[in-house]
């Protein structure tokens, strides 16, 4: 594959440095600017999704449940921990940059760390939708409720399992206890097969269905998953992609800089409140799959909601339409479920390519290094505050206009680009989970 071979990630911390007044890196250290440059490059992938990058495997499909998109050998895969938000954190605070431990002032702990970014790091993934898996739920015969689990944050998709010999599976409705009422006959008295499934009129963490179930049977729930809180030193998983960590470090520094004492800075809470919000609707918005192909053949992809409209009951027949199926970000399914081996092409937006060290190139294109630089400068500044800080918006916000730029530029250079690139994904469209305005 082309790489762009002109200006090194050493050339470019040196550049930003320079830029800062601090060519000997004294008051920002070296690893600190590599950090503000690399947010950088993944903030440019967040607006832009630039690094459209082909993912080939093999598959080997024995079963219809669902894949994760970004696991070992993905363009993907997630590598970042709470430790890394944590020495950026540090950094921005002006504190030793010791990751999962804090040897700093009084005005912050590890624990203001770690709490903050708990809280925020399960409210992405329900904002989000990014952190998908299928439960499976047993059902007691002649009743109509399941239970989630703690880590169970929403419900997207309800598919309903008899044992065998009982019938056939079926994906069921989405529906509220009201629509039980008015249009389930006998609804609390009938026994059977069920249609519908609820969680707004039902005691939290219960999934209800609007019959009494009475055969053997089990509900296959595609739900958004928590996670458990950060418990430093011990290093987990973010559960969201590489990229997006910025809008767990944003969502987090308004919480600790919101809190009482000295700690407190108003202005500056503020401003990463606002970049957390932005970042928010940018998960909710940007794709993460463009295109796939089966055994060379390139296939749809489609939303679970529109293959469950257009392909019936895809995960059960044989004949179902050829096509890969986005239960959400980084998760997929095969229609139809492969009796054989099965060679995928997915053409992802690939994480940010990281330089591995001072001589390796930065992947990007000469037009698009200013603004990078610039924007690590911006993050730099972040740690001055006052009107060193304010004055560096300028930065940031053309930054934003240069992706704004490069989009409207793409837009045009394809005939369907906004079905490759959409400016909003497929489920959210044809399934919402938030009332919109505007």
């Given at each position: 594959?082309?790489?762009?071979?002109?200006?090194?990630?050493?050339?470019?911390?040196?550049?930003?440095?320079?830029?800062?007044?601090?060519?000997?890196?004294?008051?920002?250290?070296?690893?600190e600017?590599?950090?503000?440059?690399?947010?950088?490059?993944?903030?440019?992938?967040?607006?832009?999704?630039?690094?459209?990058?082909?993912?080939?495997?093999t598959?080997?499909?024995?079963?219809?449940?669902?894949?994760?998109?970004n696991?070992?050998?993905?363009?993907?895969?997630?590598?970042?921990?709470?430790?890394?938000?944590?020495?950026?954190?540090?950094?921005?605070?002006?504190?030793?940059?010791?990751?999962?431990?804090?040897?700093?002032?009084?005005?912050?702990?590890i624990?203001?760390?770690?709490?903050?970014?708990?809280?925020?790091?399960?409210?992405?993934?329900?904002?989000?939708?990014?952190?998908?898996a299928?439960?499976?739920?047993?059902?007691?015969?002649?009743?109509?409720?399941?239970?989630?689990?703690?880590?169970?944050?929403?419900?997207?998709?309800?598919?309903?399992?008899?044992?065998?010999?009982?019938?056939?599976?079926?994906?069921?409705?989405r529906?509220?206890?009201?629509?039980f009422q008015?249009?389930?006959?006998?609804?609390?008295?009938?026994?059977?097969?069920?249609?519908?499934?609820?969680?707004?009129?039902?005691?939290?963490?219960?999934?209800?269905?609007?019959?009494?179930?009475?055969?053997?049977?089990s509900?296959q729930?595609?739900?958004?998953?928590?996670?458990?809180?950060?418990?430093?030193?011990?290093?987990?998983?973010?559960?969201?992609?590489?990229?997006?960590?910025?809008?767990?470090?944003?969502?987090?520094?308004?919480?600790?800089?919101?809190?009482?004492?000295?700690?407190?800075?108003?202005?500056?809470?503020?401003?990463?409140?606002?970049?957390?919000?932005?970042?928010?609707?940018?998960?909710?918005?940007?794709?993460?799959?463009?295109?796939?192909?089966?055994?060379?053949?390139?296939?749809?992809?489609?939303?679970?909601?529109?293959?469950?409209?257009?392909?019936?009951?895809?995960?059960?027949?044989?004949?179902?339409f050829?096509?890969?199926?986005?239960?959400?970000?980084?998760?997929?399914?095969?229609?139809?479920?492969?009796?054989?081996?099965?060679?995928?092409?997915?053409?992802?937006?690939?994480?940010?390519?990281?330089p591995?060290?001072?001589?390796?190139?930065?992947?990007?294109?000469?037009?698009?290094?200013?603004?990078?630089?610039?924007?690590?400068?911006?993050?730099?500044?972040?740690?001055?505050?006052?009107?060193?800080?304010?004055?560096?918006?300028?930065?940031?916000?053309?930054?934003?206009?240069?992706?704004?730029?490069q989009?409207?530029?793409?837009?045009?250079?394809?005939?369907?680009?906004?079905?490759?690139?959409?400016?909003?994904?497929?489920?959210?469209?044809?399934?919402?989970?938030?009332?919109?305005?505007?």
């Amino acid at each position: 594959m082309a790489a762009f071979d002109w200006l090194t990630f050493g050339q470019a911390k040196s550049e930003v440095a320079l830029r800062l007044g601090d060519e000997n890196m004294v008051f920002f250290e070296d690893a600190e600017i590599g950090l503000y440059i690399l947010e950088s490059l993944r903030f440019w992938n967040c607006l832009t999704a630039y690094w459209a990058t082909p993912y080939t495997f093999t598959f080997e499909q024995t079963s219809d449940n669902w894949y994760a998109a970004n696991g070992s050998g993905s363009p993907r895969q997630q590598t970042l921990t709470d430790t890394d938000v944590y020495t950026l954190i540090e950094y921005h605070l002006i504190e030793p940059s010791t990751g999962s431990t804090w040897s700093g002032t009084d005005q912050f702990s590890i624990d203001d760390l770690a709490q903050a970014c708990s809280r925020r790091r399960n409210e992405i993934l329900q904002v989000a939708a990014c952190n998908l898996a299928e439960f499976t739920l047993p059902i007691t015969p002649n009743t109509s409720t399941a239970a989630l689990e703690d880590l169970i944050l929403a419900v997207r998709r309800v598919r309903w399992v008899p044992a065998a010999g009982q019938g056939s599976p079926v994906t069921i409705q989405r529906g509220d206890s009201r629509t039980f009422q008015y249009f389930t006959a006998n609804y609390g008295q009938t026994y059977g097969n069920p249609l519908r499934w609820d969680v707004i009129g039902s005691p939290p963490q219960t999934l209800t269905l609007d019959t009494l179930v009475n055969v053997p049977s089990s509900i296959q729930a595609l739900c958004i998953e928590g996670g458990d809180d950060f418990d430093p030193p011990t290093a987990s998983p973010l559960l969201m992609p590489d990229d997006w960590m910025w809008v767990l470090k944003f969502g987090a520094m308004a919480d600790i800089l919101s809190k009482e004492q000295e700690g407190k800075d108003v202005e500056r809470a503020a401003y990463c409140r606002q970049r957390y919000t932005e970042g928010l609707r940018l998960m909710a918005f940007m794709p993460w799959l463009l295109q796939a192909f089966m055994n060379g053949v390139a296939v749809d992809t489609q939303s679970v909601s529109g293959a469950d409209q257009t392909n019936y009951e895809w995960q059960s027949r044989a004949d179902a339409f050829q096509e890969i199926v986005v239960g959400g970000i980084d998760l997929y399914a095969v229609s139809p479920v492969p009796t054989d081996s099965l060679s995928l092409l997915l053409m992802v937006v690939g994480n940010a390519p990281i330089p591995e060290n001072d001589g390796a190139e930065i992947q990007v294109p000469r037009d698009v290094m200013d603004g990078i630089l610039s924007e690590a400068q911006h993050l730099a500044l972040f740690k001055m505050g006052g009107a060193e800080f304010k004055e560096s918006m300028t930065l940031h916000e053309e930054f934003i206009k240069l992706a704004i730029r490069q989009n409207a530029r793409l837009r045009e250079e394809g005939i369907l680009s906004t079905t490759i690139r959409p400016p909003k994904s497929k489920q959210d469209v044809q399934q919402p989970r938030f009332a919109g305005k505007g």
